[in-house]
């Protein structure tokens, strides 16, 4: 606040104090009045000189607020009209500010707040004529672009401050005009150095117009949003009417809403779904018997098969294993304590990303019923892959899904088979994989048995990372020699010679 330049003129006056409203001099206010003791101090002013002190509270939840509740510095006002609200014992009072005065002491608060006020006046300043003018144009153009950004503000007003040439005078209007927060503008009302007014209401001004810019950006983004939505409703609708119109069977729209609700409903990533809502949004707008549409129809379909966030519970039990291995399996005492050992493991750590079990031995010795068994002991889904004479990558990989008759390769549609996110994959034969001109499988099944790269599994017809982390791959083969180095190097191979001791 600046030097007080108190005139020594004491008043005892009325006090109304008011929420969240702040008076200027000069200023015509027109407010309700609704508590009983500003009721009281307007009759009271009524009864004298007309004159009442306004002064703003510093909280508004405040009912009954004593002099530690309200700011020194106030507005001597004359009361220029008084209503009764029909109905109501409220009154409605139109005020003129006169002048800034500040409390010296509260003198009575019942049966209203009558405060002892002396006035003050602007302190005198040493600042250059052409200093004044640059900041009174710099407010003015500053306000211009508030009167702009806030079209409450009319044209009276802005011909007004045009036309006011003195520095305090043009703040005090300019301040009681805006929609600034009223303890900010408080800060204006306690300033009397005229120059010091205008530089505060400058920085007042200049931040309220960052914000409302700010606020006009996120108003046009959140209308155009709104247009958008509501051009695609429109064109919705329509497209709807002429397919009843035309008789179609197949509504595109329809099917392409049926699609986004059980997109909406997959447990997959955001930017997953982000991609199949594209697809959908694609297929609306195909004509429903086209190849394009077709195709979209079948991948979308197949995407949706997908059992994102479906898993089975796993429930290992050491003894409960080794019974069903022992009643289904004659012998293979090594065999079994092994897959116990890998059974502790996994319980251990489930999320042990060690090497690959691979089952090796001559046909019919039990290779693929073991794993059988080793499912139902871990409540797993079991699925079985037969690699044997595989020589595409696609096979594994899967196919584009722009050529004709293309589908996922068979790691994909082996998890869409078991239904859940963690089965038990058999990848049946796996020395039986080759390669040709049409691509090496065994590149392809690397990514899907290292566990440190198969969380985002890439298969080529869904296009979008699979997680395999919690799928437990077992291999089978008959002649580890021709399974390739690099895929040796992630089993760990268990011998079934036979089933005799």
Do not use: W
């Not at 691979?358 to 079991?382: D, E, I």
């Amino acid at each position: 606040m600046s030097e007080i330049n108190i005139v020594e003129d004491i008043k005892e006056l009325p006090v109304i104090p008011l929420r969240g409203l702040v008076v200027f001099p000069k200023m015509v206010l027109h407010f309700d009045v609704g508590r009983k003791k500003s009721v009281e101090a307007i009759r009271t002013a009524m009864q004298s000189n007309q004159k009442i002190f306004l002064v703003c509270q510093k909280d508004a939840s405040v009912d009954d607020p004593g002099m530690n509740d309200m700011y020194d510095i106030g507005v001597v006002c004359h009361i220029k009209q008084m209503i009764r609200i029909p109905n109501s014992e409220n009154l409605r009072v139109v005020v003129e500010g006169i002048e800034r005065a500040v409390i010296v002491g509260i003198t009575q608060t019942k049966p209203f707040v009558s405060a002892a006020v002396n006035a003050i006046k602007d302190s005198d300043y040493n600042a250059g004529e052409d200093e004044e003018k640059a900041y009174i144009r710099t407010v003015r153009k500053e306000f211009e672009t508030y009167a702009t950004l806030m079209p409450k503000v009319s044209n009276e007003v802005i011909a007004k401050v045009i036309s006011i040439e003195k520095g305090s005078e043009l703040a005090d209007f300019i301040c009681s005009n805006t929609f600034i927060d009223y303890a900010e503008k408080q800060t204006v009302l306690s300033t009397l150095n005229p120059l010091e007014r205008l530089i505060k209401l400058l920085v007042l001004l200049k931040k309220e117009n960052t914000t409302l810019e700010i606020e006009a950006e996120i108003h046009e983004k959140v209308q155009e949003e709104i247009d958008k939505n509501q051009r695609e409703y429109y064109l919705r609708e329509e497209m709807k009417v002429i397919s009843e119109s035309l008789g179609d069977i197949e509504n595109p729209l329809e099917e392409a809403e049926a699609y986004r609700e059980k997109i909406n409903t997959l447990g997959c990533a955001d930017d997953v779904k982000e991609r199949l809502l594209k697809e959908s949004s694609k297929l609306m707008k195909m004509p429903s018997g086209s190849h394009e549409s077709t195709v979209i129809r079948n991948y979308l379909d197949k995407c949706l098969e997908i059992p994102f966030g479906k898993y089975t519970k796993d429930n290992i039990r050491f003894d409960k294993a080794r019974k069903i291995l022992d009643k289904e399996h004659y012998g293979l005492e090594k065999v079994k304590d092994r897959i116990i050992d890998s059974l502790a493991v996994y319980k251990r750590n489930p999320d042990f990303s060690g090497q690959i079990l691979c089952l090796s031995g001559p046909p019919g010795v039990g290779k693929t019923s073991v794993v059988k068994s080793l499912a139902k002991s871990m409540n797993r889904k079991y699925v079985r892959v037969a690699l044997g004479g595989i020589h595409d990558e696609a096979e594994i990989r899967g196919h584009r899904k722009t050529y004709i008759g293309s589908m996922p390769g068979r790691i994909i549609d082996a998890v869409i088979k078991s239904g859940v996110m963690n089965p038990i994959i058999l990848l049946d034969e796996i020395d039986k994989v080759g390669n040709d001109f049409k691509g090496d499988p065994s590149s392809a099944l690397l990514e899907a048995l290292d566990p440190e790269q198969n969380s985002t599994f890439t298969d080529h017809y869904i296009e979008f990372p699979v997680d395999l982390s919690r799928v437990l791959f077992i291999t089978t083969a008959n002649d580890i020699s021709s399974i390739s180095k690099p895929l040796y190097d992630r089993m760990e191979v268990i011998e079934l010679n036979s089933y005799s001791v």
